[in-house]
C-alpha cells in the first residue's frame, strides 16, 4: 500500500488589503473549512462602489 500526504494549502496574493468586515469575514469562511463544513454563504453589499 502507498501512503502519501497531500498538502491542500494555498496562499491569496493581492496588493490590496482586507477592510471594514472583510477580515472577520474570512476568518470564518476559513474556520469553517478547518471545520470541514460542506456549504458555507457569503453575503455581500451589492451596493458597494469600488
Same mark, same amino acid.
Given at each position: 500500500?502507498?501512503?502519501? +500526504?497531500?498538502?491542500?494549502?494555498?496562499?491569496?496574493?493581492?496588493?490590496? %488589503?482586507p477592510a471594514g468586515d472583510?477580515?472577520?469575514?474570512?476568518? +470564518?469562511?476559513?474556520?469553517?473549512?478547518?471545520?470541514k463544513e460542506k456549504a %458555507?454563504?457569503l453575503l455581500g453589499d451589492?451596493?458597494?462602489?469600488?
Amino acid at each position: 500500500m502507498i501512503q502519501r +500526504e497531500v498538502d491542500h494549502t494555498f496562499e491569496v496574493v493581492s496588493k490590496y %488589503q482586507p477592510a471594514g468586515d472583510q477580515p472577520q469575514a474570512i476568518e +470564518e469562511l476559513a474556520a469553517g473549512i478547518k471545520n470541514k463544513e460542506k456549504a %458555507q454563504i457569503l453575503l455581500g453589499d451589492r451596493k458597494s462602489v469600488v
